[in-house]
């Protein structure tokens, strides 16, 4: 999978699996009103949610007991958020969701999947947390939210390889945006995409091929050997130039952006555990494995 945990069990690109994709070839259905690579996405994450619920890579019961999975650079990155208006595009269970409406954030998650909006529903109504999530595609977000404005737009590791057209997204991250309000964005860096799986150590893909491609992995990041029937997906590989013109074509201001030498996961087999992210062992040269952003819409907001 390109910038977020592997989709699967069997990493596609290992297997032999992966595609460049002919999305003509594999839907001449002609239906204008289908997009169908949305369609396998989403029946993907769906039959994902109740793994994802049970399994220990995003350890809801530790949630339950600490609901704060938020990383350190993002908390400082972001800003104080008490008393702001925060939506998460893309929120998927809702955990960091939650983390924000307990630092005081009024939050709204969204995400596409109708199962992982109930279990972000669910989990806030178990926890007391207040906070609100609402399915609709991140491209239907203004609509699907009323045109409410917000101080904060956030979006996390692993949200944009979903999305084919990040000009349609940014503008939309635009107009969620009150004056003076701000995008911050963490993602994967599309550099360490390149590199092989195994090892970390050598150029395995194009850094300028940003796809669509299809993907076959079974299984998940957070239960590799899970039976699996929704195994098709259609991904991208957005280079850094790509996602910061987007959101300065939509008329933001970039503020920062931060390269990290540390990624959330084992995105490579050799990467080591240590107390804030995984790393390249003692003696390796460091990889950039994150990126973090903010943008601002310019103006003041109203009175
Ligand atoms: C890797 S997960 C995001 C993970 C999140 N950062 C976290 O750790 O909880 C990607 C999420 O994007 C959602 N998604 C993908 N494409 C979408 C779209 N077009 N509109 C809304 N949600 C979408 C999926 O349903 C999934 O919940």
């Known amino acids: 999978m390109p910038h977020g945990p592997p989709a699967g069990g069997r990493r596609a690109a290992e297997n032999g699996l992966r ?27 769906d039959e994902r949610v109740p793994l994802h619920l049970a399994g220990e890579f995003y350890d809801v019961a530790g949630f339950r007991r600490r609901p704060d999975v938020l990383r350190a650079f993002e908390v400082a990155e972001v800003g104080e958020v008490s008393g702001r208006r925060l939506v998460h595009l893309q929120c998927h269970l809702g955990l960091d969701s939650l983390s924000w409406a307990t630092r005081g954030a009024a939050v709204v998650g969204l995400d596409f999947s109708a199962p992982a909006v109930e279990a972000a529903r669910a989990l806030a109504a178990e926890l007391g947390v207040d906070a609100r999530f609402v399915v609709a595609d991140v491209y239907d977000a203004v609509e699907a939210l009323g045109g409410e404005t917000f101080d904060v737009v956030y979006t996390g590791i692993g949200a944009l390889p979903w999305l084919a057209d990040l000009h349609r997204w940014a503008r ?9 309000g701000y995008l911050y964005l963490a993602e994967s860096h599309p550099f360490a995409h390149t590199l092989d799986e195994a090892t970390g150590t050598m150029v395995a893909r194009d850094y300028f091929d940003e796809g669509p491609h299809v993907w076959t992995d079974t299984g998940s990041y957070a239960d590799r050997l899970a039976v699996t029937a929704q195994n098709t997906t259609v991904q991208y590989d ?14 933001l201001r970039i503020e920062f952006l931060h390269e990290h030498d540390k990624a959330l996961f084992a995105k490579f087999d050799t990467l080591v555990r240590g107390p804030d992210g995984f790393r390249p062992p003692e003696g390796r040269h460091r990889l950039p ?14 009175a």
């Open 238 to 251: 957005h280079r850094l130039g790509s996602v910061v013109s987007a959101i300065a074509a939509a008329g």
């Open 19 to 45: 595609r460049r994709a002919n999305l003509t070839t594999m839907f001449p259905l002609g239906d204008t009103n289908l997009d169908p690579a949305a369609a396998l996405n989403q029946a993907h994450w």
């Open 172 to 180: 939309v991250v635009e107009r969620l945006l009150t004056p003076g």
């Open 289 to 302: 494995l994150m990126y973090s952003l903010r943008a601002t819409k310019p103006g003041h907001p109203a």
